[in-house]
């Protein structure tokens, strides 16, 4: 159900996030953007305690100030993705490893699963997912100091892999 943004207003409470739709009172448990990455901006779904979609802002940017403030602080914070810096530590803990690293937001220590945790689609860019769903990105393998690279090297995507050597083969062919 789209909601209109005239007749919703989102208030945050020492209990979590609530909406009030035409003068009715519903707890949110959670926001979601319905498209993430073609349309950050638009679409959002509020969603209930039990899962359920309460149902759909189109245009956050229509709903009054408060309500737009609020609805991008709790995006913000759900969405950020850290960006990696510098990997100080890569521990191996059973089938998966605790890292410490660094990141733009600060120091993080977070314990990935396993290889899989890495997704090396968008090489040379990785995305990493730890053990509560948490994601950290590292912007360039390559770009990483060598020590960095060196504690993940044994569990790199083999994605990273192939597109550096796809890109040494074209150069090559070029000359």
Do not use: C
């Not at 209930?48 to 100030?65: A, F, K, M, S, Y």
């Not at 090297?153 to 083999?158: A, G, H, K, N, Q």
């Amino acid at each position: 159900m789209n909601l209109d943004p005239k007749s919703l207003q989102i208030t945050k409470t020492e209990d979590g996030l609530k909406a009030i739709i035409d003068n009715k009172e519903q707890e949110i448990e959670r926001l979601a953007r319905a498209f993430p990455r073609t349309n950050p901006d638009q679409f959002v779904s509020l969603m209930n305690p039990e899962g359920h979609e309460i149902g759909i802002i189109e245009n956050p940017d229509q709903l009054d100030e408060t309500s737009r403030e609020i609805v991008a602080t709790e995006l913000k914070a759900l969405y950020f993705i850290p960006t990696i810096q510098t990997i100080r530590s890569v521990t191996a803990k059973g089938t998966g490893s605790v890292w410490e690293v660094d990141t733009d937001d600060g120091p993080r220590s977070f314990r990935i699963m396993g290889r899989d945790a890495l997704d090396g689609n968008e090489a040379p860019s990785i995305e990493i997912h730890d053990e509560n769903g948490k994601r950290f990105k590292i912007e360039n393998y390559w770009e990483l100091e060598s020590d960095s690279r060196d504690l993940i090297s044994d569990i790199l995507p083999d994605k990273i892999l192939k597109a550096r050597y796809a890109r040494s083969k074209m150069r090559m062919k070029m000359r």
